[in-house]
């Protein structure tokens, strides 16, 4: 093995990545050296590197992003006991640890799950916090149970596929809202009901009230609030909310967790085609500066 390799870094808050020749990490005590497949990208990794969120999360620069891993394991450290080189592997990585837009990267062991067997590994890149946010946005912070009423509000994005897929297979009855150009697909996840959100206003779409707003669109909470039950809730991955979000309704503003258990129970829906992994493109690490300024459309893997 090279003891170099090719790492997407940028090296000042606003400055465009570069592709360089970095040393291969090691993996200390705990942790695993992942040779990867696919780095999926996240609208969050270009406001991390605009410095938006500098006070928040501190980084060491040059950073490397990418939080979404796919890759095959090549060294485990000391400590490490139940992954194995060779093992297809997933994760979502620490925003301020260096990331995946590189051949390897290291993490610790827990973060990982086994990858799918039934899509390519590359495209499992597409999943970790992508569909860790939609499970826990309906799960645990919107306390989604079979019959309830829930609006994606988002779905036509990458996060909102997910929570459409696992709000319909929970039980629930599913509102989605879907631009023309994400509509046949959300619809092909099986909601109640999908809202073109760029012909009719919410309000006008919706007859009743749901139970559960997921919000993972820039719609502000305002827009929203009248379309929920009092006693229900808004669980907003976007948009400010306050906890007594008016009308009898809670808001709480989510932020996503690693959880490897969970990402083992969304690979199991997958691995049973209960799930699909939207990959809308996949290019070259080199395209990297062109899929954060939003060169493509949709969920992008990029691939080293
Ligand atoms: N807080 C957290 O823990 C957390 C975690 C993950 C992501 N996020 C955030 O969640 C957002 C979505 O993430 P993502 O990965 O799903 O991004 P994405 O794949 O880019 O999806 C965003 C989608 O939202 C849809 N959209 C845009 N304006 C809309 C509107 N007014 N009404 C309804 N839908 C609208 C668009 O689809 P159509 O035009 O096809 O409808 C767009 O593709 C981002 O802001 C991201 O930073 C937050």
């Known amino acids: 093995m090279s003891k170099t ?27 695993v050296l992942v040779k990867v497949a ?24 040059p950073h490397t992003p990418g939080v979404e891993v796919s890759g095959t394991i090549e060294s485990v450290g000391d ?30 062991a827990e973060l990982f799950a086994a990858a799918p067997t039934a899509i390519p ?8 916090a992508t569909g860790l946010t939609a499970q826990q946005a309906l799960f645990e912070h919107g306390g989604l149970q079979s019959g309830q009423r829930v609006l994606i509000n988002g779905a036509g994005g990458a996060v909102g596929g997910y929570a459409v897929q696992l709000a319909v297979l929970a039980g629930a009855e599913v509102i ?11 619809s092909a996840y099986g909601p109640a009901q999908v809202v073109d959100h760029t012909a009719t206003p919410l309000r006008e779409a919706i007859e009743g009230e749901v139970d559960l707003v997921f919000n993972v669109a820039p719609t502000p909470t305002d827009v929203l609030v009248g379309l929920v039950k009092p006693g229900g809730r808004i669980v907003s991955a976007t948009s400010p909310i306050e906890q007594d979000a008016g009308a009898g309704v809670t808001g709480i503003r989510m932020g996503v967790h690693a959880s490897a258990e969970q990402l083992d129970e969304l690979v199991r829906k997958v691995d049973l085609g ?15 500066n062109d899929v954060q300024a939003g060169g493509t459309k949709g969920k992008t893997v990029l691939v080293p």
């Open 274 to 288: 209960q799930l699909t992994v939207w990959v809308a493109d996949r290019r070259p690490l080199e395209e990297i």
């Open 176 to 186: 989605a809202t879907a631009s023309p150009a994400s509509f046949d697909r959300v």
């Open 38 to 61: 696919g780095s999926a990208n996240n609208p969050a990794d270009g406001a991390v590197r605009a410095g938006a969120l500098q006070a928040m999360l501190p980084l060491d620069l």
């Open 79 to 108: 400590g490490v006991t139940d992954l194995a080189a060779g093992d297809a592997v997933i994760a979502f990585l620490p925003m301020n640890a260096p990331g995946s837009a590189a051949e390897y990267v290291v993490g610790s």
């Open 121 to 128: 590994l590359a495209d499992a890149a597409a999943l970790p």
């Open 5 to 31: 390799m090719k790492a997407a870094r940028f090296h000042e808050y606003g400055g465009p990545l570069v592709i360089e020749d970095v040393p291969i990490p090691e993996p200390g005590p705990g942790q």
